[in-house]
């Protein structure tokens, strides 16, 4: 492997000190993009796009082609460890994801395999290996996953939901086969990501999308818990680093305090708290991604730019700040935008590292 | 108007003794019903069943007949208001609402006069005044008004959205417009809330919908600021008793103790924190009112009644609980379950308040 030209983002997320603020976008190789258009649009469809590791590697590098970014994001679904798994997704003309095969009781929890990584995800470790390969060292990659309760909410409903009304019901009424749920897909997510990280992903991260959702006491014993097991089973060292890992769950900034005795490296954050109240929340134990509130992107680069300085200036002197967005960029944000606060990262964060 | 039997509402909202914790559901007068269903179909549609002060208090009153909750909630919709200031509200088939004329300039809110409550919207003092003489003071009856930014959100978009792309894009480049608006909204809020009181409303809720969609500095700035003002002008007492006033910011969890210094008498919580965390943040400073998870009521009556004794445990003794759901009940709850809520709350709540 080539040597990393660009460390910052390993660097920030593991509390060391850099020059600059690192900075990327979560879904920063998207729909808002035209040449990811072109590409999905060559692919077939979304899912075609996913399974083609060349492909999958040419919307990868798209962003960092357009944006001095400090790291690159794996182009991948967190719904394709449950499509390994038999569920059969599909995603219809306009609709969101769907499973031809839902879980709907305990027998159908108990018939889910174990995953064998390269055998069943293969077309993802083989995209991993070839964006590392044209990458070239220019910025680490990211490896991710989603969490467990996230995957099951899909796993249980069928796809996208509203109002949870079957999988918080699977919670609620048959908690047992949730947790017999979790547990598999635990071990499922840890497999998975040692596998892209002996493919060559340098950093991971795991999205808990909808744990946000949940009562305090739910998100402690239905997501929290399954994450801190992963973070427990997951290669931490490669290729002679260690392997940085970033858990967030979206509308979580309250748990914050306790997402950061995990044992991960560091937590992204939403744009619903301050960073220096985050800040204050974690300790300095791990260090903190985010938070900018991603329809900042629809104003003016000169009201980005101000913002970008708030942000910074919110989370202050010192090292562990990864700066993104608090959420995936919107698919209608006009490419201009992302540069104007890329830019201003880069050059108003030098202050902050001296 | 005929004297009040049960005033436990209202008392509780004070923070003064109860004999039991009082309870009502947010949408209570809803889809859920097949009696609300047949109302509707009798109206019409939606907007024809809000202006038909008789049907509106058939609807107000049908949960009251089913459940012995403690409360009745005006029926109504947060768009009556920007639909009597001009904008045009309608909805289409399968659709949400949609407004004619959205706001798109600093023209359009200059053009936005002020509001007559008697002459604009005399359909919703018709139907408080219907409903209190048909509640016939078996309950109260809580009169509501949406927050000046949750307002603003539906008129600068022309309806619903996801990502608040205009609204968020107003605020951020052109926030003196934006400020112009929310200060209409906040008069005309102040004046439609006064007219129900004089109509016969005895308590009041502000529901700040999208309030939690903002960093905490825009939330204070663009939701909390307006709604301080609106508390600070309303009428209240009337009937020789107080007239209480309840904040809701859905996602607002972490801002409780800002919210609490607004002026309100009680802060409604969502299921994201625990009543005894709120209480803390508060400071027994405000009456709490909620905060099971909405989708609990898809549960069995048997774990229903489990998580209501985890709520009561949660508040603990003393003063000040309104049990509520964290949001409103969904459409395809079964009417059986909030029946093992509501009895539950009465049955297991007297412990309490000795």
Redesign the interface.
Known sequence: MSELKNDRLLRALLREPVDLTPVWMMRQAGRYLPEYRATRQKAGDFLSLCKNPELACEVTLQPLERYPLDAAILFSDILTIPDAMGLGLYFGEGEGPRFERPLRARADVDALGALDPEDDLGYVMDAVRVIRRELDGRVPLIGFSGSPWTLATYMVEGGSTK???RS??MM??QPAVMHALLAKLADAVVAYLNAQVAAGAQALMIFDTWG?V?????YAEFSLAYMRRIVEGLTREAEGRRVPVILFTK?G??WLDRMADSGCDALGVD????LA?ARRLVQDKVALQGNM?P??L???PE?IRL?VA?ILESHGSGVGHVFNLGHGI?P?IDPERPAAMIDAVHELSAPYHR
Do not use: M, V
């Open positions: 109002n949870f009304a918080k019901g609620f009424d946000g949940l009562t305090p006491h739910d509308g900034a309250q744009w619903t708290i301050s109240d509130d329809c900042l629809y104003a003016s009201r913002e708030r919107h209608d």
